[in-house]
T-cell receptor, first 115, second 115 residues
């Protein structure tokens, strides 16, 4: 049973389209994250939610909108896709309450290609 | 500003020889330090962590790291490389100051293992 699962694994789309990536964790964690990994493997935090509340919102274009319907789910919607949005997007979760920051569990990534 | 530096972007070793991946951090507070591994086309996995207990930390797959406060370093080592160790390795630091903790990610070190 996968701990952090994200769908779809691959996404190929045209510029200007809108797309969503979904993430679910079954670890009972209170915090979820979206990371973007570029072609040079550099990892950049985009958003983090703790108990459905947005706690980290990095400098990300407002075309990106996260949504956390409950603690176990964090979705990412991207409007008006651009070529530069092509990357691998990783969802992760951790347990902040009880003091385990830094111990992240990652999904396998969603590779977005914008043509 | 807090930062983490992985001193080598690429490391190449022969199978059976030791591995050393170097990481330095800058810190105004007591850090927690982590190493993550990312195998090709996979998500990231926690290898090991230092959180102010023993300075020599053992992780999965035979890896270990030593926290050296005087050198502000947290280098990752393994006595004997295996082909399956070929992956991207990330050093991460977080700080025990406040509730809204950010993780500071290194740029990654790509480890190649030659037969």
């Amino acid at each position: 049973d996968t701990a952090v699962s994200q769908t779809p694994k691959y996404l190929v789309t045209q510029m200007g389209n809108d797309k969503s990536i979904k993430c679910e964790q079954n670890l009972g964690h209170d915090t979820m994250y979206w990371y973007k990994q570029d072609s040079k493997k550099f990892l950049k935090i985009m958003f983090s939610y703790n108990n459905k509340e947005l706690i980290i919102n990095e400098t990300v274009p407002n075309r990106f909108s996260p949504k956390s319907p409950d603690k176990a789910h964090l979705n990412l919607h991207i409007n008006s896709l651009e070529l530069g949005d092509s990357a691998v997007y990783f969802c992760a979760s951790s347990q902040l309450a009880g003091g385990r920051p830094g111990e992240l569990f990652f999904g396998e990534g969603s590779r977005l290609t914008v043509l | 500003a807090q930062s983490v530096t992985q001193l080598d972007s690429h490391v190449s070793v022969s199978e059976g020889t030791p591995v050393l991946l170097r990481c330095n951090y800058s810190s105004s507070y007591s850090p927690s330090l982590f190493w993550y591994v990312q195998h090709p086309n996979k998500g990231l996995q926690l290898l090991l962590k230092y959180t102010s207990a023993a300075t020599l930390v053992k992780g999965i797959n035979g890896f270990e790291a030593e926290f050296k406060k005087s050198e502000t370093s947290f280098h990752l080592t393994k006595p004997s490389a295996h082909m399956s160790d070929a992956a991207e390795y990330f050093c991460v630091v977080t700080y025990n100051a406040g509730n809204n903790r950010k993780l500071i990610w290194g740029l990654g070190t790509s480890l190649a293992v030659n037969p």
